[in-house]
């Protein structure tokens, strides 16, 4: 396929390398059973039965979705498949973490026929469909997993991938885009409290068991944690082992295995303490950035794939490396800090998000453009663009 004039000098192969960080303290990793049910000590409805009546759309297509996948069987009566199936969860007896029979909690009451209940399968969709709409960190990964999918998409397009008839070719070329890809972008996790080897007040079992279910739903970045045993700075690797080829016409591919591996280590002369500020964490997760360009994002951000498909386009016209590198003078780039739109999910789920999310828009958006009109502009933090090289050497 012959790519326009235009479009030749906005493609993923010669657009710069970018890393984006995400600060992570204790927020929540991925809804659990027991998070999503009633609280036994408080008078007040469950964190499902909020979002569902927040979503109640969403809901019924969801369940929708689970009838035609055939996770959910038909229900009792005709056209109520929402409402059994909120029900069905809320009294589902919550299992412990190790996988034992004994209840931890449970909202049957006498009467109740526990057959009446939902399966493993329908609880682990729930908790994620939960989680896709509150405040996690598997939302902010499955948001940034779309710059990937959108790489990988131009990228077939670009070097015409999805015209070629042989299969094994075909399953070679996809093999180099996706090396290609995984060049141009990383994805840095600085999550404080992981702790690999052993339980902690933070890092508890329940904990665990729903960074296990993150894990199935996300893959392709890399965690920074303290090792404060050893006294090591360690940088780990999640990515999926998939069938090489298994996704030639450019699909998600969502089977496979999550495999782990420790990449990078720096030993410290000494302890490292790193505070709850998210500023601290970001500078201590800059050290494995390997990019060109940064991007910092917050917990509650979410990118869609709309956006993705922006990024050659915007790293080429801000960020490309000139042509003539024999002009010392066009070799800095010209902008240091690019601003990027926003989408706070968390804005329409409450008032006290509405407020912040008005506060954000004046401060963000208003303030900083009329700063940028004067050649002025802060950094404000997230998500913006920043030259990789002039933020290392002035201390992150």
């Known amino acids: 396929m012959r790519i326009p004039e235009f479009r030749r000098f906005f493609q993923v192969r010669t657009m710069p390398s970018w890393t984006v960080v995400v600060p ?75 996988g034992n029979n004994n209840n931890v909690e449970t909202n049957l009451t006498p009467g109740e026929h526990p057959e009446k209940t939902c399966s493993a399968e329908e609880v682990s969709e729930i908790c994620y469909w939960a989680s896709m709409r509150g405040q996690t960190l598997v939302r902010t990964l499955r948001g940034l997993m779309n710059y990937r999918d959108a790489l990988e998409r131009l990228a077939r397009m670009e070097e015409g991938v999805l015209y070629i008839k042989d ?30 080897d052993r339980f902690d007040k933070l890092w508890t079992p329940e904990r665990q068991a729903n960074w296990e279910s993150l894990l199935q739903r996300c893959w392709g970045f890399d965690v920074v944690y303290n090792n404060a045993n050893n006294r090591q700075s360690c940088m780990m690797r999640f990515e999926k082992v998939v069938n090489p080829g298994s996704n030639i016409n450019g699909d998600v591919n969502e089977e496979g295995e999550v495999v782990v591996t420790t990449t990078n280590v720096i030993n410290r002369p000494g302890q490292l303490v790193i505070g709850e500020p998210k500023s601290e964490n ?47 003078s066009s070799v800095i780039p010209p902008f240091r800090i690019v601003g990027f739109p926003e989408h706070t999910y968390t804005r329409p789920l409450s008032m006290v998000g509405e407020l912040m999310g008005a506060a954000e828009f004046c401060f963000v958006t208003i303030t900083q453009r009329v700063l940028a009109a004067l050649r002025a502009r802060m950094h404000y933090g ?10 290392r050497n002035r201390g992150g």
Not at 66 to 95: C, H, N
Not at 172 to 196: H, M
């Open 24 to 98: 992570s303290y204790s927020e929540s990793t991925f809804y659990g059973h027991a998070e999503l049910l009633r609280p036994s000590d408080k008078p007040r409805i469950s964190v499902l039965e909020y979002l569902v009546s927040i979503y109640p759309d969403e809901w019924d297509n969801f369940c929708q979705f689970l009838l035609l996948k055939r996770i959910t069987p038909q229900p009792t009566t005709k056209g109520r498949l929402s409402s059994e199936l909120l029900q069905k969860f809320l009294f589902t007896p919550v299992r412990t973490v190790g």
């Open 167 to 196: 299969e094994e070719e075909k399953r070679k070329r996809c093999e180099e885009v996706a090396n290609l890809v995984r060049s141009k972008f990383q994805i840095v996790l600085g999550y404080q409290i992981y702790n690999p």
């Open 282 to 328: 970001q500078a201590h997760s800059l050290l494995f950035a390997m990019n060109e360009v940064l991007q910092v994002n917050d917990m509650n951000m979410y990118t869609s794939l709309e956006d993705a498909f922006k990024i050659p386009f915007l790293m080429n016209t801000f960020f490309a490396s000139p042509d003539d590198w024999h002009d010392p």
């Open 382 to 391: 997230h998500p913006d663009f920043l030259d990789g090289y002039w933020v």
